[in-house]
């Protein structure tokens, strides 16, 4: 017997010995130490607690609960109902959501409706039935997976058809509504073109009749022959789907014009106003379509050179082959009429950019004609092809991304000068008093990055509290008129408590940290 079960069994006969029965035949020990009774739908289990539990494995509780519970144990298995959608169910304890020996009428399922999601079942409530009811479905007394899932289990009193159909809804209605039908009809021996489309499910199956429904033409349109049977039943050899007044006469073969694209939805009397088909009409498109002509003649009246006959904003005229120049960029998107003002013949088009742009010209020919030296054709801005590095001031650091006109305000480019005070005089915080040459000190990637060693290239090296000083501090003129003296004196003779007794090599005594704490040196 295992060492852990001893002072269970010692408690265990304490309690018998203050507690005794009368028939000790019919205790069960193991109901002393129940928590508390099962709920009413267990009852029957209080005596065999070894149906619910297993005192060696408790984590074989989840598969004695399944063991009952089978209708679950199948949903686990097949991933479906409430329980086989759940995340992380595999691994799950059932009485981590329902907790037992909490007395008879303990609510051990605690279902809530109002939070619940209907999307972890099989039935995800799409459309109008998302504000369905909840008893609508689950009648009461039923438990809810009982519920039935087929559309016609519901909506048999709205089913027009009388069952003829089927019981498959959902093969050609939405659950938005009713009225929202998807089936096929191109799946059928009659596929629904043009007009027919349009035509209401009801108007050619009369009575809900489906089986047998005519395909010939004159079974539904009988009313609507104007030949009255004279051309017999097949409406179809001359006549389409668009409409009666389109027929399926072979205009090019006859009349040696081929009605394509929007030719061929025309009705006959568009073109034949007089109505006598035998009077000659025009073949050209300028004959009919002078009066849609947006070019004004311009280029001429064979508008098929360009146009083809599905629509006029579609052309086939391509400008790099039949105009021998490109249209790349903006040139794209301009209308023809921006460049070809007159007629074709009686101005010929410069190929060269300033041709066209003068007025648009910045730089008022300061700079050439030949604008794709440095602008492209998707725009005047930016520049791209011109190379700064090509020219005298290579633009580097910060200088890369400054735009021409904040250092060429006149845009004719000309030289504006290449020192840095030239474009930085109202930077220079020095105010002159270190000349012009910036970049001695300074890096064009960024005016704090100054690489000036004043004990290198001055012989005077700056230590102790002469390092916290700015360049102003002594400095106060420009360096190219004063000379600063090297002597202590020169700059702290103010401060000099021996009244120049001792000279003004302060540094024999003195550090530079401070001047207190003299000594000779």
């Not at 509504?177 to 096929?184: G, I, L, P, T």
């Not at 051309?231 to 009605?259: I, M, N, V």
């Not at 023809?336 to 007629?343: E, P």
């Not at 004063?482 to 020169?490: P, Q, T």
Request: aromatic share 6%; glycine share 10%; net charge neutral.
């Amino acid at each position: 017997m295992r060492a852990g079960l001893w002072p269970g069994i010692l408690i265990m006969e304490v309690l018998l010995c203050f507690f005794p029965v009368r028939n000790c035949g019919a205790v069960n020990p193991e109901k002393l130490f129940m928590p508390g009774e099962l709920a009413t739908a267990h009852q029957k289990y209080e005596e065999q607690c070894s149906t619910c539990h297993d005192r060696s494995d408790r984590s074989r509780e989840r598969q004695l609960c399944l063991d009952c519970h089978k209708e679950i144990a199948s949903d686990l298995r097949a991933r479906q109902g409430f329980h086989g959608h759940l995340t992380g169910i595999d691994t799950a304890q059932c009485r981590a959501c329902h907790v037992e020996h909490q007395g008879r009428d303990a609510d051990i399922v605690k279902f809530n409706r109002e939070p619940f999601s209907h999307e972890a079942t099989d039935f995800p409530l799409r459309g109008a039935h998302a504000v369905v009811a909840c008893d609508s479905c689950h009648l009461h007394g039923k438990k809810f997976r009982e519920a039935p899932r087929e559309c016609v289990a519901c909506h048999q009193p709205q089913e027009p058809h009388q069952g003829k159909l089927g019981k498959d809804c959902a093969s050609c209605h939405d659950p938005k509504s009713w009225q929202e039908v998807r089936f096929d009809h191109d799946k059928t021996a009659f596929p629904l073109h043009d007009k027919h489309q349009a035509v209401k499910c009801a108007e050619c199956h009369f009575g809900n009749r489906y089986k047998g429904t005519p395909g010939v033409c004159v079974s539904c349109h009988a009313p609507d022959d104007v030949h009255r049977g004279e051309r017999g039943p097949k409406c179809a050899s001359c006549h389409s789907t668009t409409g009666w007044k389109s027929s399926k006469f072979d205009h090019a073969k006859e009349t040696g014009f081929a009605l394509d694209g929007e030719h061929s939805h025309l009705e006959c009397q568009d073109c034949h106003r007089s109505g006598n088909m035998q009077t000659p009409i025009p073949k050209e498109c300028h004959g009919c379509h002078q009066g849609q002509d947006e070019h004004a003649g311009r280029f001429g009246t064979d508008c098929a050179r360009c146009h083809g006959p599905t629509k006029w904003q579609t052309t086939t005229f391509d400008h790099t082959r039949d105009g021998h120049w490109e249209l790349a960029g903006q040139h794209a998107k301009l209308e023809c009429h921006a460049c070809h003002t007159v007629a074709l013949g009686t101005r010929k088009l410069g190929t060269d950019c300033i041709g066209c742009h003068k007025p648009s010209d910045v730089h008022r020919s300061k700079l050439g004609t030949q604008c794709d030296e440095c602008h492209q054709p998707q725009g005047w801005k930016p520049v791209t092809n011109f190379d700064h590095d090509l020219t005298k001031f290579p633009l580097l650091g910060l200088h890369v991304a400054v735009t021409c006109d904040q250092c060429h305000s006149s845009r004719t480019f000309a030289v504006e000068g290449s020192k840095c005070v030239d474009c930085h005089k109202k930077d220079d915080t020095h105010r002159g008093n270190f000349g012009a040459e910036c970049d001695q000190c300074h890096s064009p990637n960024g005016w704090k990055l100054w690489k000036f060693d004043h004990g290198k290239q001055t012989g005077f090296a700056l230590l102790g509290a002469h390092s916290k000083l700015d360049c102003a501090g002594c400095h106060r003129q420009p360096a190219t008129q004063v000379k600063l003296n090297s002597e202590c004196a020169s700059c702290h003779s103010q401060d000099d408590v021996h009244l120049g007794q001792f000279g003004g090599q302060c540094q024999k005594c003195h550090g530079t940290v401070t001047f207190k704490g003299a000594r000779p040196r």
